[in-house]
């Protein structure tokens, strides 16, 4: 489990992170999401013990990471563009950490064939393409089968193979091995079809924090009528919300068929009534609306 | 911590430029041979034979780049978020860094004699003037000074190297500290017998004492001191800092 409490972090003329409080469950993948500049690297760096928070705490395993036993075997990292020196081979990479983690050589092997990488371990990461950088450090992630793992922005550059992979390693190491999975990502589509539960920052604040399942619960009810806002007092009365743009209202609150009798209660005569499934995307840009830096 | 420093070598003997590097610490060491053998034409077999043996100052510069580069290498690839995210304790980290330096360093050290020998014996073999003068003993003594010089001289290069947390950065700050500044605040005032060019100096070539250098003894002293404050600099630091 992560835990990150209060959480602030300042540089001299910006508050990168201010107050952040959220929870990433063990056996649940967590998206992390937020527009560019909203705080989510610094957030990781002080979960990984990498940034020194001004204020508050972030805890891996109930835990600060710099006061693990053995980082490596709690917390596995994939940061983005991966952190290998080019001119070392793969292979040499991973042994240097299972060297230093105290983790048995033959693990390296183990996880480079886990991620692909197995016809390829003695190449210099300078070669490697930028999908292979990404494998290599799910691998670098993997080796001491941590509880948490944190991946920021695993996707870049896999192929759509890779990606697949990606989803159904994630899913499976949360929900049959009850591990803690933190993803940040810009590519919505993917987080939804990815993770349980959503964190949302924004100007390094916390923004929302909710399970993806309460999407398929959030749609929203378009009706056309000429006579919209006669109909929108209607539905305000009747328990909903109506947003009106022209002759189209955008109702919330009440399901179509309670839209429909209230519209033929009140005598207005519908052109159209549908309904319009909200999906991560449109409850991010609602979220983020304005808040980029 | 034995984890710690089999990792930190598994990293320096993976690299290409660290061998490059070692390559051409031998090769300074052959250089410096060669010029005390050629060099000193008219002097006694003895003066010569312990300029040939005496430590040399390329190698001491590629030994303090070496230390630089395993530590500041790190920064510049970001592969240093891969260390701290597998070691959350950069102490350790930074220390053994400096052990690695050290051993390639005081290897280097070791051969540094032998490789002198080998030179002169070829260079005799081949014609050239004077003789081969000197024991065992004196041996032992050259090549123990040249590793503490040089493994002082690692262990310098890699706290600049963090604490520079660039390699172009590091190089050129030690190469301008330790071979300019040092060395003209060492000729030039009272500082000469604790500068650390003059320590490494009394090292490289222990049986020749110079005015205003310090002692062999108290050269080893200066050593520890400067490399043991830099390294403990360089931990503070980085202890404090974000990556």
């Not at chain 2, 034995?2 to 990792?7: E, F």
């Amino acid at each position: 489990m992560i835990q990150a409490e209060e959480l602030t972090k300042e540089y001299r003329h910006l508050t990168a992170v201010k107050q952040l409080s959220f929870t990433a469950e063990a056996g649940r993948v967590t998206g992390f999401l937020g527009p560019n500049g909203a705080g989510k690297t610094t957030t990781i760096s002080m979960i990984l013990g990498l940034a020194e928070p001004d204020g508050g705490q972030a805890l891996v395993a109930g835990k600060p990471f710099r006061r693990l036993d053995n980082p490596a075997t709690a917390v596995g990292a994939v940061l983005e563009g991966g952190a290998f020196h080019d001119g070392r081979p793969a292979r040499a990479s991973l042994r240097a950490s299972c060297a230093a983690a105290g983790l048995p050589a033959s693990r390296v092997d183990e996880v480079l064939q886990v991620v692909g990488l197995a016809d390829a371990p003695d190449r210099r990461v300078g070669k490697y393409s930028l999908g292979m950088r990404q494998r290599l450090s799910l691998a670098q992630a993997l080796l001491g089968d941590p509880e948490v793992l944190i991946l920021d922005e695993p996707a870049n550059g896999l192929d759509p193979e890779g990606i697949v992979w990606l989803r159904q390693t994630l899913r499976r190491l949360a929900r049959e091995e009850g591990k803690t999975a933190f993803v940040s990502s810009h590519i919505l589509a993917e987080v939804q079809a990815t993770v349980d539960t959503v964190v949302v920052i924004a100007e390094g604040q916390l923004v929302s924090e909710f399970g993806v399942g309460e999407l398929s619960g959030g749609r929203t009810v378009i009706a056309r009528a000429k006579q919209a806002d006669r109909l929108a007092d209607e539905i305000e009365r009747g328990g909903g919300k109506a947003v009106r743009r022209g002759e189209e209202l955008s109702i919330t609150g009440l399901d179509p068929d309670r839209v429909g009798e209230i519209a033929l209660s009140a005598g207005v005569a519908l052109s159209a009534l549908g309904v319009e499934q909200q999906d991560l995307e449109q409850r991010y840009m609602e979220l983020t609306a304005g808040k980029g830096r | 911590m034995g984890h710690q420093i089999a990792a930190e070598w598994i990293k320096a003997r993976s690299l290409r430029s660290t061998w490059v590097l070692v390559g051409l610490a031998v090769l300074g060491m052959i250089a410096q041979a060669l010029q005390g053998a050629i060099g000193y034409p008219g002097e006694s077999d003895r003066a010569q034979t312990l300029e040939v043996m005496s430590g040399s100052g390329l190698t001491l510069l590629v030994v303090t780049i070496l230390g630089v580069l395993l530590a500041a290498g790190e920064y510049s690839s970001k592969s240093i978020v891969s260390t701290y995210t597998v070691t959350a304790d950069r102490r350790r980290v930074i220390v053994a860094k400096a052990a690695v330096a050290v051993a390639i360093a005081a290897a280097l050290g070791l051969v540094s004699v032998p490789l002198a020998r080998l030179v002169a014996v070829i260079w005799f073999a081949l014609g050239g003037a004077g003789h081969w003068d000197a024991g065992l003993g004196t041996a032992i003594h050259y090549g123990y000074g040249t590793m503490i010089a040089y493994a002082g001289f690692a262990v310098v290069g890699v706290a600049i190297g963090v604490l520079s947390r660039s390699i172009a950065i590091g190089v050129a700050v030690a190469f301008f500290g330790l071979f300019v500044l040092d060395a003209i605040l060492g000729s030039v005032s009272f500082y000469s017998e604790y500068a650390f060019t003059s320590a490494a100096e009394a090292l490289n070539n222990p049986d020749v004492h110079r005015e205003g250098f310090p002692r062999f003894g108290s050269a080893i002293a200066l050593m520890a001191l400067y490399g043991g404050l830099l390294a403990a600099i360089g931990v503070g630091v980085e202890r404090r800092r974000d990556v």
